[in-house]
């Protein structure tokens, strides 16, 4: 249906509120959904699961339930695949591709085929530079550099460290990465002993972590993405110290952050990083603009970085954050849970059940999103934009002061 009405028209010029206005018309008038692809590459741990229960359970929840086709496909970390998977959907008449890119380069022709034909690219926590995709994506808001400057704080500046990193060639772990290598390159009393891939998975960290303390015994802090809880798993099974060390958002590491047991042992850090919540904010973005209620031309849009010290841990008692709890207990949820999967704020339609398994909460219904809900995002150079200028303070630190001098 969409190849008849939108058929030829440039994304990235196209969405005005005439073609828009067409399009929910044609689709009420011939009772048609919407057919949103959810396209996934790397899956298999934790975050990827959330991310895709999110969305599941928006499609499932009214008035989405009766204007969604949602079709689920995992291309897995090969690049080409994941170009095949976006040409099959073109050709099934996509209305949107919500998807999680493997590659910020290697998408770009056939984004932009798809473009050209109509379909709405959302990519989330992921980034792409073809500038007729929009990217919902916190790699903007410093991570890297952020919980870097944090490590560096907690280890006076001085001290070897393991290097945890995500999926190889992937947009999130360059960003995060080069953000973290910004800091530590100030300061030569760091150096960087080991340097290894865990695909944001705990059993994998865990195995890497292993790995590197055998060939280095001796170290006094690790700089981790997602699969952190992996690292204080290998350190606990070689029976060696905890150390202070960064992490993003999984259930087990927070609640180690706030054992009075963990912290005897060394554990120190912060909680930060990607929140799954940003699957379902690109999903309602997507149908706000699919259904004429929003006109918003492609671009980066921010997502929010958490942030939660270990002073700040706090476990919740219900199904929901409130109070000002972010994190579940372990009878609730299991150690691999990632705990930024819910925002009150854009997602207020969803609960703990619906990140788990992917079904809708009983009488809720799709709540417009705020709208003021679209920060743009800082242009990021081979990251969600090329050619482009990168924003002079790329790397300014935004949650944490430098208490160290290089």
């Known amino acids: 249906m969409k190849a008849n009405i939108l058929k030829g028209l440039v994304a990235s010029t196209a969405l005005v509120a005439t073609g828009l206005v067409g399009l929910t018309a044609a689709h009420a008038q011939d009772g048609e959904k919407f057919k949103i692809y959810l396209s996934l590459s790397y899956s298999g741990n934790a975050w990827q699961s959330e991310a895709a229960n999110i969305v599941k359970a928006l499609a499932a929840t009214p008035p989405y339930d009766t204007q969604v086709e949602l079709i689920e496909n995992i291309s897995g970390t090969d690049p080409q695949a994941q170009i095949s ?63 870097a400057q944090a490590l560096v704080n907690e280890l006076g500046g001085k001290g070897k460290i393991f290097l945890s990193r995500g999926v190889p060639g ?98 120190r850090g912060v909680s930060s990083g990607s929140g799954p919540a940003q699957s379902g904010y690109a999903f309602k973005l997507a149908m706000e603009i699919l259904t004429g209620q929003r006109e918003l031309e492609p671009q980066n849009i921010e997502y929010p970085l958490p942030w939660v010290p270990a002073a700040d841990v706090k476990i919740c008692e219900g199904d929901s954050y409130t109070d000002g709890c972010n994190v579940f207990p372990e009878s609730k949820v299991p150690s691999s849970f990632v705990s930024e999967v819910l925002n009150p704020v854009l997602l207020p339609e969803i609960n703990v059940e619906s990140a788990l398994n992917g079904t809708p909460v009983p009488g809720a219904t799709i709540q417009p999103l705020p709208a003021d809900a679209v920060v743009t995002a800082n242009n990021e150079p081979g990251i969600n934009c090329d050619p482009c200028e990168a924003a002079p303070d790329m790397y300014k630190l935004t949650k944490v002061e430098a208490t160290v001098q290089p």
């Open 85 to 147: 998977a976006y040409e099959s959907m073109i050709d099934d008449g996509a209305d949107a591709i919500i998807s999680f890119p493997i590659s910020s380069t290697a998408l770009n022709r056939t984004i932009r085929r798809g473009c050209d034909e109509g379909v709405l690219f959302f990519m989330y926590d992921g980034t792409v530079t073809e500038d007729c995709a929009y990217n919902v994506s916190f790699l903007s808001a410093g991570f890297g550099e952020n919980t």
């Open 170 to 267: 992937n947009s999130v772990d360059q960003r995060h990465t080069d953000g973290a290598m910004s800091v530590f390159n100030k300061y030569p009393g760091i150096e960087i002993v080991a340097e290894y891939y865990s695909f944001w998975d705990d059993r994998t960290t865990q195995q890497e972590t292993a790995k590197a303390l055998a060939a280095h015994p001796q170290v006094d802090g690790v700089w981790a993405q997602a699969g952190e809880f992996g690292v204080i798993q290998a350190l606990l099974d070689a029976n060696r110290p905890l150390v202070p060390m960064t992490g993003e958002n999984s259930a087990g590491f927070r609640r180690a952050l706030a054992d009075p047991e963990m912290q005897a042992k060394g554990l």
